[in-house]
């Protein structure tokens, strides 16, 4: 009886705790956009198989696969910045066709992947302060297998050597362990994003959250070299969760924002090792932008 009570109490306190926010609260962009990857409610899938796609037509995707057919619209309500009618959720997929071949002959079999694609490494979101921002959730239907290594949203430098930043999640491979430092990645629990730096420390982490958004935005000082993490989940305003960190953010680079698939048991990783045959899995995405943050503007 006593523990039964006990256990009343708790889940009053987890009811008074729960946030009120609810899909009609959602937040303004209140910051100049500089890429905006937010999609309108009546885009076609086609759309994105042209030069109309906020999103890079040709890249990063299976040899013999087209964006519509990766692409779907799940039902979903929108995310907090893709307000109550004018966006909608975008879901990226991978299967057993999703293998890239880069510059047209180096056959990437180590990776499963889809890649959302924003600028071109030399636009505006390389400079100043820009705060980049994305919002995802789980398909149950087509969940990750956490046994695998996972890169889910990155800023890739242009020289292809590094990421400025990366979101990963699962099993983190040897090959991954941070280039330099002691804040190891191996044996984190499989289930938690890993936001990476540059050399691949672990500077923040958060379990995956089932059936609700989940919100990031990292500010990325170009002129500081620093990147800060903000995060919040559903409709609730984003709130930092580090403080401004040292990062070179040199050498300018791409947002791709999708499912990156490792392999196990592998060298190389890029192009050899293991994966299962048969998998079907995605990640739905919204709010999807890239703000100015000169003077400290994040939006929330
Ligand atoms: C994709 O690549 C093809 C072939 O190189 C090119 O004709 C087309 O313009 C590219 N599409 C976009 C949107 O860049
Ligand atoms: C794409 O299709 C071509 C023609 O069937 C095939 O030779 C090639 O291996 C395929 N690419 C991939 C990555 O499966
Ligand atoms: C990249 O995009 C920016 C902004 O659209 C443009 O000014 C610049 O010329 C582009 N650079 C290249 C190399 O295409
Ligand atoms: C890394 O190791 C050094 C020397 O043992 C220690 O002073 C430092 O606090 C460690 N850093 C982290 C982030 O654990
Ligand atoms: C997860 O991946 C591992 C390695 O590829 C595989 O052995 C295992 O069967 C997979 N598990 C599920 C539930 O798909």
Not at 68 to 92: M, R, W
Not at 142 to 153: C, F, Q
Request: net charge negative; glycine share 8%.
């Amino acid at each position: 009886m006593a523990i039964f009570r006990t256990k009343c109490l708790a889940l009053l306190a987890v009811f008074t705790g729960l946030s009120i926010a609810t899909p009609s609260s959602h937040s303004a962009i209140k910051c100049p956009i500089t890429i905006d990857g937010r999609i309108p409610r009546n885009t076609p899938l086609s759309t994105f198989d042209t030069a109309a796609s906020p999103f890079d037509a040709n890249y990063t995707k299976g040899q013999n696969l087209t964006w519509s057919q990766i692409l779907k619209y799940p039902d979903v309500d929108p995310s907090k910045f893709d307000g109550s009618s004018h966006n909608k959720a975008l879901e990226v997929t991978i299967n057993d066709f999703s293998i890239f071949v880069s510059g047209g002959t180096d056959v990437q079999h180590g990776f499963r992947r889809a890649g959302l694609l924003m600028g071109n490494g030399s636009d505006a979101s390389n400079e100043g302060v820009k705060t980049f921002h994305w919002s995802m959730r789980q398909d149950w239907h087509a969940r990750m297998n956490l046994t695998h290594e996972y890169m889910n949203v990155w800023h890739e430098a242009n020289d292809y050597a590094s990421n400025q930043f990366s979101l990963n999640v699962g099993i983190m491979l040897e090959q991954d362990k941070p280039k330099d430092g002691n804040v190891s990645t191996i044996g984190l629990d499989k289930r938690q994003w890993k936001v990476l730096d540059r050399r691949n420390n672990v500077i923040w982490t958060q379990k995956i959250v089932w059936d609700e958004w989940q919100n990031f935005a990292v500010t990325v000082d170009y002129e500081k070299n620093t990147l800060q993490i903000y995060y919040s989940e559903g409709y609730d305003p984003l709130r930092p969760v580090t403080k401004p960190v040292p990062n070179d953010n040199s050498g300018g680079g791409q947002f791709q924002i999708g499912i990156l698939k490792k392999p196990t048991e592998t060298t190389s990783v890029v192009f050899d090792g293991y994966q299962e045959s048969g998998i079907f899995e995605g990640q739905i995405y919204g709010g999807i932008f890239i703000e100015d943050s000169n003077r400290g503007c994040v939006s929330r």
